[in-house]
């Protein structure tokens, strides 16, 4: 009998069932097929390891830290590092992509999301297999079934984003003498999103509207699986995916699903946790996942914590690593309180007193020099400040100038290792439902009131004004586009946007800047931009990702390479 090494809690049906805040919290076991299909709570607990993936290289969660999510979400090099939002302090298999050297051999940990999300899709493929004979009522088996497809359908959009068009399994659950071939023809950017859509389909309205008493928060729903609909329609209309074209009737469809969850009246922007805007905005990122802006996420306790994020960030000074500094890049892309860009001659912006009046969301994401932290300011200045490479530890000090103060708890100590990393990662949030809107409706029929008002909805909630009238339709996909990088910096979206808009060759091509701070002998501060990381590049060929080497060498070149990659 075949044994399948499984992470699932040894009381599964007892303990993961009736947990409503910690269901991955997981310890391993192994278990044989048999024990698992015949027990209606280790099947459960199955399909709830489903929700994580493996560690395939390094640098990538381990078991200790609650393993690969969607996308990567806490770990020690995030997506921002990977584009023009942050530089990691250590590298960490993110320079080959800032400096246009990813290839089919050399990709670090951006490609691995394709065997991470085939081995996912084949497990999904087997609890639908054996699931019919699992002694579950039918209602619960439903359900189930409706997990399981909301899972299989965001690796397969995993796959889409990266990727492109790519294989489409079906349910089959392959094994190792099976014939391959027929498996390894990629299907189109079009039959790969119908099929994400159409499973998406299948499940919304079977899956629980919200969670309940025997429906943990965080496992799939109605609106998680409308959510990502929302973004996968987003993403099919836009010109990578369409070759460059405007199909007017696929950012239609595009609103029209943000809209179906804007309709639910279910969710709202959080504006209850600071009367003060960039505290309200930096508290949210560190609450529970109990607010009426989470639609789907994954929780992290103290019992089943995410990375060290808090260490890993935090400023040299303080005992941090440094770890995901924000570009200067990013930080002149928040505008000033008054709704204009730093770049306009009438903002009031001072270069050499550059952070004062600026969006809240800058405050509430970015720690720079002079901001008030764990009991004293952030001194990244030159000579003698604390949190630079004059500081403690200079090997962990920025190499930007700034550290990332999102998602960081600040009221834990950076030596409480049972507490770090316990912010909730939020996979979609309202916010981005409303942004979603506002591009794919102005991209159908220009910028009409609802579209200023989704936009504004976001502008407002952070203290920032509301778009000036009468912008034209390009004028308003500038202000979306922007309004993206700042509401959602971080959160990996930017390094997608940037490709599906079509415009990661000019804004990945301009140089990775941070700041270079002078304390003068009468103490005032010299500010000048400087180089953050050398040659930092892009080539087209990036606007996918690379296929490992390896699986086109396993299918004996019948997977075929995208394009440009040699």
Same mark, same amino acid.
């Given at each position: 009998?075949?044994?399948?090494?499984?992470?699932?809690?040894?009381?599964?049906?007892?303990?993961?069932?009736?947990?409503?805040?910690?269901?991955?919290?997981?310890?391993?076991?192994?278990?044989?097929?048999?024990?698992?299909?015949?027990?209606?709570?280790?099947?459960?607990? *199955?399909?709830?390891?489903?929700?994580?993936?493996?560690?395939?290289?390094?640098?990538?969660?381990?078991?200790?830290?609650?393993?690969?999510?969607?996308?990567?979400?806490?770990?020690?090099?995030?997506?921002?590092?990977?584009?023009?939002?942050?530089?990691?302090?250590?590298?960490?298999? $993110?320079?080959?992509?800032?400096?246009?050297?990813?290839?089919?051999?050399?990709?670090?940990?951006?490609?691995?999301?394709?065997?991470?999300?085939?081995?996912?899709?084949?497990? !999904?493929?087997?609890?639908?297999?054996?699931?019919?004979? $699992?002694?579950? $009522?039918?209602?619960?088996?439903?359900?189930?079934?409706?997990?399981?497809?909301?899972?299989?359908?965001?690796?397969?959009?995993?796959?889409?984003?990266?990727?492109?068009?790519?294989?489409?399994?079906?349910?089959?659950?392959?094994?190792?003498?099976?014939?391959?071939?027929?498996? +390894?023809?990629?299907?189109?950017?079009?039959?790969?999103?119908?099929?994400?859509? %159409?499973?998406?389909?299948?499940?919304?309205?079977?899956?629980?509207?919200?969670?309940?008493?025997?429906?943990?928060?965080?496992?799939?729903?109605?609106?998680? !699986?409308?959510?990502?609909?929302?973004?996968?329609?987003? +993403?099919? !209309?836009?010109?990578?995916?369409?070759?460059?074209?405007? #199909?007017?009737?696929? =950012?239609?469809?595009?609103?029209?699903?943000?809209?179906?969850?804007?309709?639910?009246?279910?969710?709202?922007?959080?504006?209850?946790?600071?009367?003060?805007?960039?505290?309200?905005?930096?508290?949210?990122?560190?609450?529970?996942?109990?607010?009426?802006?989470?639609?789907?996420?994954?929780?992290?306790?103290?019992?089943?914590?995410?990375?060290?994020?808090?260490?890993?960030?935090?400023? %040299?000074? *303080?005992?941090?690593?440094?770890?995901?500094?924000?570009?200067?890049?990013?930080?002149?892309? +928040?505008?000033?309180?008054?709704?204009?860009?730093?770049?306009?001659?009438?903002?009031?912006?001072? !270069?050499?007193?550059?952070?004062?009046?600026?969006?809240?969301?800058?405050?509430? $994401?970015?720690?720079? %020099?002079?901001?008030?932290?764990?009991?004293?300011?952030?001194?990244?200045?030159?000579?003698?400040?604390?949190?630079?490479? #004059?500081?403690?530890?200079? &090997?962990?000090?920025?190499?930007?100038?700034?550290?990332?103060?999102?998602?960081?708890?600040?009221?834990?100590?950076?030596?409480? =290792?049972?507490?770090?990393?316990?912010?909730? &990662?939020? +996979?979609?949030?309202?916010? /981005?439902?409303?942004?979603?809107?506002?591009?794919?409706?102005?991209?159908?029929?220009?910028?009409?009131?609802?579209?200023?008002?989704?936009?504004?909805?976001?502008?407002?909630?952070?203290?920032?004004?509301?778009?000036?009238?009468?912008?034209?339709?390009?004028?308003?996909?500038?202000?979306?586009?922007?309004?993206?990088?700042?509401?959602?910096?971080?959160? /990996?979206?930017?390094?997608?946007?940037?490709?599906? =808009?079509?415009?990661?060759?000019?804004?990945?091509?301009?140089?990775?800047?941070?700041?270079?701070?002078?304390?003068?002998?009468?103490?005032?501060?010299?500010?000048?931009?400087?180089?953050?990381?050398?040659?930092?590049?892009?080539?087209?060929?990036?606007?996918?990702?690379?296929?490992?080497?390896? /699986?086109?060498?396993?299918?004996?070149?019948?997977?075929?390479?995208?394009?440009?990659?040699?």
């Amino acid at each position: 009998m075949k044994k399948i090494s499984l992470y699932i809690l040894l009381a599964a049906a007892v303990t993961v069932l009736s947990c409503n805040d910690d269901f991955l919290n997981v310890t391993p076991t192994s278990l044989t097929d048999e024990a698992i299909w015949k027990d209606a709570g280790l099947t459960e607990a *199955y399909i709830i390891n489903l929700y994580t993936g493996i560690r395939l290289t390094d640098k990538e969660a381990s078991k200790d830290e609650r393993y690969i999510g969607f996308g990567r979400g806490f770990h020690w090099a995030m997506y921002a590092s990977v584009t023009d939002e942050a530089v990691y302090s250590n590298n960490d298999q $993110t320079y080959l992509v800032q400096r246009a050297e990813l290839s089919p051999s050399n990709y670090g940990w951006m490609s691995t999301v394709w065997g991470r999300s085939y081995r996912s899709i084949r497990e !999904a493929n087997l609890v639908l297999e054996k699931i019919p004979s $699992t002694p579950l $009522t039918e209602e619960r088996r439903a359900m189930l079934v409706a997990e399981i497809r909301f899972i299989r359908a965001f690796r397969y959009f995993d796959l889409l984003k990266g990727f492109g068009g790519v294989p489409i399994v079906g349910d089959e659950v392959t094994e190792l003498t099976d014939d391959f071939t027929p498996l +390894y023809q990629r299907k189109s950017i079009a039959e790969t999103v119908s099929y994400i859509v %159409n499973e998406l389909n299948a499940v919304i309205g079977t899956l629980p509207n919200e969670a309940g008493s025997t429906w943990e928060r965080g496992r799939a729903t109605t609106p998680a !699986a409308m959510a990502l609909k929302s973004r996968v329609l987003l +993403y099919a !209309a836009s010109p990578l995916y369409t070759g460059g074209t405007s #199909d007017v009737s696929k =950012w239609q469809a595009a609103a029209t699903a943000a809209k179906n969850v804007m309709d639910l009246n279910k969710f709202s922007l959080v504006t209850n946790l600071s009367a003060n805007p960039a505290e309200n905005y930096r508290l949210y990122f560190v609450a529970p996942p109990t607010t009426t802006e989470d639609i789907f996420f994954r929780e992290y306790t103290n019992t089943s914590p995410s990375m060290a994020m808090e260490r890993m960030n935090a400023p %040299n000074g *303080y005992g941090g690593w440094g770890g995901n500094c924000p570009m200067q890049n990013l930080v002149d892309d +928040y505008e000033m309180t008054n709704g204009l860009p730093i770049t306009d001659a009438g903002s009031g912006y001072n !270069a050499q007193n550059p952070y004062v009046n600026r969006d809240p969301r800058f405050y509430g $994401t970015i720690l720079y %020099n002079g901001a008030d932290y764990r009991g004293r300011k952030i001194e990244t200045f030159l000579p003698g400040g604390k949190d630079s490479p #004059d500081g403690n530890e200079p &090997w962990n000090s920025s190499p930007t100038g700034y550290y990332l103060r999102k998602f960081l708890k600040e009221t834990i100590t950076l030596d409480d =290792w049972s507490n770090m990393g316990t912010a909730t &990662w939020r +996979y979609f949030r309202y916010a /981005e439902i409303l942004l979603n809107y506002a591009e794919a409706q102005n991209e159908a029929t220009g910028p009409d009131q609802s579209v200023y008002d989704a936009v504004n909805a976001v502008r407002l909630r952070a203290g920032m004004p509301a778009l000036p009238g009468g912008l034209s339709k390009d004028q308003m996909r500038a202000r979306i586009r922007n309004e993206r990088r700042v509401e959602l910096a971080y959160e /990996e979206h930017r390094y997608f946007d940037v490709r599906r =808009w079509m415009i990661a060759d000019v804004q990945e091509n301009e140089q990775a800047s941070g700041i270079s701070i002078t304390k003068n002998g009468d103490g005032s501060l010299t500010y000048a931009t400087k180089v953050a990381l050398t040659n930092k590049a892009f080539k087209t060929q990036h606007y996918w990702f690379p296929i490992p080497i390896e /699986e086109i060498n396993a299918s004996k070149g019948a997977i075929t390479q995208n394009p440009l990659y040699e």
